[in-house]
T-cell receptor, first 113, second 115 residues
Framework: AQSVTQLGSHVSVSEGALVLLRCNYS??????LFWYVQYPNQGLQLLLK??????LVKGINGFEAEFKKSETSFHLTKPSAHMSDAAEYFC???????????FGKGTRLSVIA | NAGVTQTPKFQVLKTGQSMTLQCAQD?????MYWYRQDPGMGLRLIYY???????DKGEVPNGYNVSRLNKREFSLRLESAAPSQTSVYFC??????????????FGPGTRLTVL
């Protein structure tokens, strides 16, 4: 069975500072991993996904994530936070075949001017 | 190409009332999903449909029923609404290849309040 743990329900950073959102996974099969972003009062939008092609994955809006099998981690980073990055971020792991994604509980990112 | 659409956007019900949340996708996807989102709980799967004609329970199915009307549409029904069902409901669909690496596409959500 797959599961995801996101460390920190709320992260606050200053504008221009590094963003680091943590995600650890548990999977009985080689995992496919995803990061989604949810802006206030909107649905979820895909930021990036890991499909085993490369361990460092680049996504939209300057975000990237690195898959580390030895640490079972897929942390999301952005070198310089922008006010528009304030949102909730969800890490998810894919089940096998057609089974649904399993989501973490989310991390709310606040960006302080 | 509208993606995943949901109706209604907002709904207020009284305890015991029933209603159906509608979801449709125009991407020719095989798989569709219903989630609920509550503060601090992330997204929890209610039901899903791996393909037309099949449905399966997710993590929190009690109090809900679903219908996969055709390949495009997947509805969620609350037969007798309870205050505990106050939540934001999201419908999603998954790429036609339906492999584990395909992303899920989400609708804009339905905000439901049960008084």
């Amino acid at each position: 069975a797959q599961s995801v743990t996101q460390l920190g329900s709320h992260v606050s950073v200053s504008e221009g500072a590094l963003v680091l959102l943590r995600c650890n996974y548990s999977s009985s099969v080689p995992p496919y991993l995803f990061w989604y972003v949810q802006y206030p009062n909107q649905g979820l939008q895909l930021l990036l996904k890991y499909t085993s092609a490369a361990t460092l994955v680049k996504g939209i809006n300057g975000f990237e994530a690195e898959f580390k099998k030895s640490e079972t981690s897929f942390h999301l980073t952005k070198p310089s936070a922008h006010m528009s990055d304030a949102a909730e971020y969800f890490c998810a792991v894919s089940g096998a075949g057609n089974t649904p994604l399993v989501f973490g509980k989310g991390t709310r990112l606040s960006v302080i001017a | 190409n509208a993606g995943v659409t949901q109706t209604p956007k907002f709904q207020v019900l009284k305890t015991g009332q029933s209603m159906t949340l509608q979801c449709a996708q125009d991407m020719n996807h095989n798989s569709m999903y219903w989630y609920r989102q509550d503060p601090g709980m992330g997204l929890r799967l209610i039901y899903y449909s791996a393909s037309e004609g099949t449905t399966d329970k997710g993590e929190v199915p009690n109090g809900y029923n679903v219908s996969r009307l055709n390949k495009r549409e997947f509805s969620l029904r609350l037969e007798s609404a309870a205050p505990s069902q106050t939540s934001v409901y999201f419908c999603a669909s998954k790429g036609s290849g339906s492999g584990p690496y395909n992303e899920q596409f989400f609708g804009p959500g339905t905000r439901l309040t049960v008084l």
